[in-house]
């Protein structure tokens, strides 16, 4: 480690602030070309990529922001209220806007952006971030401290190839997040072209309604024949199934709304429960949950493993095997969520509860057709958990390498030109 050299970040780059909104001016969640980047969409990957999840300026707020936006490859780090999180800039938000809260690292000189953002996610990078802290109140992370970061760094060629095998992993992390976001957007094609389109196929193979089938009208207007109106709770059942602390071991898993990404079925991670004190709902690999705490952030899952997790999340079974795809379809829709929030309790941190899930209005198909719909969604269920558990190896893995690689621990091979 001869040739590795002890270093101030500002000596290897230029730390740049973000803008706060003009006065009297919001953010609105219509997509247009500026979008805005906040704190809360920074730390969840590595490379940070324009999702549903952003909001926008307008083009008047975007003339008075303009120089200060994030380009292709930047470096940020969030620099108040959580402070420390790390990413990269991707393509898909070339030329965004950065909130105040947040800086960027610019003009790197014999550094490696990804490098970079290894060393800051690193134990030792988050211990220099720590020391750089300053404020008891509201803390905060000053940019003349970013720059007196202190970074061992290693020759370019080294940098590369440190951050190239923890890329590898990372890679293959987001890798199996697109697919299971794809797998995710299959499942509610099919749910809704079967059972809102009831476009299933008909004895003959051909789409039902469009070919003819016979329908029938109902409080939900037309619906297939020998269907009905039912409720979500004839087909599901709340799994109330309490376990005392003293019963979880140190290596039980435990999910809580933060581990439930908006939007999806797929959860990204979970902890273990050993410093949790608190009586949990337990849930077994497969259990669909569901956040009731501000339902409108549409916190739905599928449990990857048997664990236990927070009472602000319901555990939701299907009445029989027949219609487990069909009761995750109906709890993932928009229009379930929806009807979560409009029941919801309280002004600040409103809720949901059971009873008024299970009172929602639903078509209850033929068991057979339901039965049907299992059939093709299970596989997607099973490989989205697959790629869950694949992930969170994956996860491990980059995290024991990360600060060996970084100390010089282990050394990588470096590719001569």
Same mark, same amino acid.
């Given at each position: 480690?001869?040739?590795?050299?002890?270093?101030?970040?500002?000596?290897?780059?230029?730390?740049?602030?973000?803008?706060?909104?003009?006065?009297?001016?919001?953010?609105?969640?219509?997509?247009?070309?500026?979008?805005?980047?906040?704190?809360?969409?920074?730390?969840?990957?590595?490379?940070?990529?324009?999702?549903?999840?952003?909001?926008?300026?307008?083009?008047?707020?975007?003339?008075?922001?303009?120089?200060?936006?994030?380009?292709?490859?930047?470096?940020?780090?969030?620099?108040?209220?959580?402070?420390?999180?790390?990413?990269?800039?991707?393509?898909?938000?070339?030329?965004?806007?950065?909130?105040?809260?947040?800086?960027?690292?610019?003009?790197?000189?014999?550094?490696?952006?990804?490098?970079?953002?290894?060393?800051?996610?690193?134990?030792?990078?988050?211990?220099?971030?720590?020391?750089?802290?300053?404020?008891?109140?509201?803390?905060?992370?000053?940019?003349?401290?970013?720059?007196?970061?202190?970074?061992?760094?290693?020759?370019?060629?080294?940098?590369? =190839?440190? /951050?190239?095998? #923890? *890329?590898?992993?990372?890679?293959?992390? @987001?890798?199996?997040?697109?697919?299971?976001?794809? +797998?995710?957007?299959?499942?509610?094609?099919?749910?809704?072209?079967?059972?809102?389109?009831?476009?299933?196929?008909?004895?003959?193979?051909?789409?039902?309604?469009?070919?003819?089938?016979?329908?029938?009208?109902?409080?939900?207007?037309?619906?297939?024949?020998?269907?009905?109106?039912?409720?979500?709770?004839?087909?599901?059942?709340?799994?109330?199934?309490?376990?005392?602390?003293?019963?979880?071991?140190?290596?039980?898993?435990?999910?809580?709304?933060?581990?439930?990404?908006?939007?999806?079925?797929?959860?990204?991670?979970? =902890?273990? /429960?050993?410093? #949790? *004190?608190?009586?949990?709902?337990?849930? @077994?690999?497969?259990?669909?949950?569901?956040?009731? +705490?501000?339902?409108?952030?549409?916190?739905?899952?599928?449990?990857?493993?048997?664990?236990?997790?927070?009472?602000?999340?319901?555990?939701?079974?299907?009445?029989?095997?027949?219609?487990?795809?069909?009761?995750?379809?109906?709890?993932?829709?928009?229009?379930?969520?929806?009807?979560?929030?409009?029941?919801?309790?309280?002004?600040?941190?409103?809720?949901?509860?059971?009873?008024?899930?299970?009172?929602?209005?639903?078509?209850?198909?033929?068991?057979?057709?339901?039965?049907?719909?299992?059939?093709?969604?299970?596989?997607?269920?099973?490989?989205?958990?697959?790629?869950?558990?694949?992930?969170?190896?994956?996860?491990?893995?980059?995290?024991?390498?990360?600060?060996?690689?970084?100390?010089?621990?282990?050394?990588?091979?470096?590719?001569?030109?």
């Amino acid at each position: 480690m001869n040739d590795w050299r002890e270093l101030k970040l500002g000596d290897v780059c230029k730390v740049k602030g973000g803008k706060r909104l003009p006065k009297g001016k919001t953010l609105s969640d219509v997509p247009n070309l500026h979008p805005y980047i906040r704190i809360r969409d920074v730390g969840k990957t590595k490379s940070l990529t324009l999702t549903t999840d952003f909001e926008y300026v307008d083009d008047e707020t975007q003339r008075q922001i303009k120089n200060y936006i994030v380009s292709e490859n930047d470096v940020i780090i969030s620099i108040v209220g959580t402070i420390g999180l790390v990413a990269k800039i991707s393509r898909s938000l070339d030329k965004a806007n950065l909130t105040e809260n947040c800086a960027k690292l610019i003009e790197l000189q014999d550094a490696n952006s990804d490098f970079l953002y290894y060393y800051l996610t690193s134990d030792a990078g988050q211990c220099e971030i720590k020391k750089g802290t300053v404020g008891a109140v509201q803390p905060k992370l000053p940019l003349k401290n970013i720059q007196d970061i202190n970074i061992n760094l290693p020759p370019l060629p080294e940098q590369r =190839a440190i /951050a190239a095998t #923890l *890329s590898c992993l990372d890679d293959k992390i @987001e890798l199996n997040r697109k697919i299971n976001k794809n +797998l995710e957007e299959l499942a509610q094609a099919i749910f809704k072209r079967w059972f809102v389109d009831f476009e299933f196929p008909d004895e003959n193979g051909q789409p039902y309604k469009s070919s003819g089938g016979a329908m029938v009208d109902s409080e939900l207007g037309m619906i297939p024949a020998g269907w009905r109106v039912g409720k979500f709770g004839d087909i599901s059942a709340q799994k109330r199934q309490l376990t005392d602390p003293i019963s979880i071991s140190a290596n039980t898993a435990y999910i809580g709304l933060e581990h439930m990404p908006r939007g999806a079925i797929a959860l990204h991670d979970w =902890a273990n /429960a050993e410093d #949790l *004190s608190s009586v949990k709902y337990q849930f @077994e690999q497969g259990d669909i949950l569901f956040g009731k +705490l501000r339902p409108y952030f549409h916190k739905v899952g599928v449990a990857p493993i048997n664990g236990v997790c927070s009472t602000d999340i319901v555990v939701i079974k299907p009445q029989s095997n027949e219609w487990y795809s069909y009761v995750l379809c109906i709890a993932s829709s928009q229009s379930f969520v929806d009807y979560a929030t409009a029941g919801s309790t309280g002004t600040k941190m409103p809720r949901t509860n059971w009873n008024d899930m299970a009172a929602y209005k639903i078509c209850v198909p033929v068991i057979e057709k339901a039965s049907a719909l299992d059939l093709l969604i299970q596989p997607c269920i099973i490989r989205i958990i697959s790629n869950l558990l694949e992930n969170r190896i994956l996860s491990l893995t980059r995290d024991t390498l990360l600060p060996k690689l970084m100390s010089g621990e282990i050394r990588v091979p470096i590719e001569m030109p």
